[in-house]
T-cell receptor
């Protein structure tokens, strides 16, 4: 069974800093890994999707990498801003399931990011 | 807006009530999901409807009953819930192309459920 761990659980940084959020997973037979952002009381916003054949994806100030062999993904945020404050979740589709269930995402608990002005 | 709309946004119900959560997607997707987000726990899949096949998490109690009348609508019927069922219930949709690597799920804003 796939397990996803995110460290740290919470992170506070001053505005302008570059930062890295970490995600590790136990099943290297991962098909994709998705990074989401969740604002308090809100749903999830998809940030980046990395397919298993890819090593990284970039969108604006965000860069996500995937290393299947080590079971790790990182989300790099450049020049952080107060508006980046949110909980960041990583989730992957693993190879352990079949049929319609094969599309289920396994989530980590998230990293709560606070960017201090 | 993600194209996935959930109603209501907030719901308070007693343990003897019957209520339903609604999800509608305007993305033309063929798969829909219910997830549960409890405090201090990872999001957990409850049900999947993909290409008219239903899959459920075996740990979901029978007091939760999903319904998917068509590919655009998904319901979660609730009856005789317990206080520990209080959580954020999230709906998602995706286009099942038969390639798991390309499956991107889009989430609604969720329904915050409180069971008294």
């Amino acid at each position: 069974k796939q397990e996803v761990t995110q460290i740290p659980a919470a992170l506070s940084v001053p505005e302008g800093e570059n930062l890295v959020l970490n995600c590790s997973f136990t099943d290297s037979a991962i098909y994709n890994l998705q990074w989401f952002r969740q604002d308090p009381g809100k749903g999830l916003t998809s940030l980046l999707l990395i397919q298993s054949s890819q090593r990284e994806q970039t969108s604006g100030r965000l860069n996500a990498s995937l290393d299947k062999s080590s079971g790790r993904s990182t989300l790099y945020i450049a020049a952080s801003q107060p508006g980046d404050s949110a909980t960041y979740l990583c989730a992957g589709i693993a190879g352990a399931y079949s049929g319609a269930g094969s599309y289920q995402l396994t989530f980590g608990k998230g990293t709560k990011l606070s960017v201090i002005p | 807006e993600t194209g996935v709309t959930q109603t209501p946004r907030h719901l308070v119900m007693g343990m003897t009530n019957k209520k339903s959560l609604k999800c509608e997607q305007h993305l033309g997707h063929n798969a829909m999901y219910w997830y549960k987000q409890s405090a201090k726990k990872p999001l957990e899949l409850m049900f999947v409807y993909s290409l008219e096949e239903r899959v459920e998490n075996n740990s979901v109690p029978s007091r939760f009953s999903p319904e998917c009348p068509n590919s655009s609508h998904l319901f979660l019927h609730l009856h005789t819930l317990q206080p520990e069922d209080s959580a954020l219930y999230l709906c998602a949709s995706s286009q099942d192309q038969g390639a798991r690597a390309k499956n991107i799920q889009y989430f609604g804003a969720g329904t915050r459920l409180s069971v008294l």
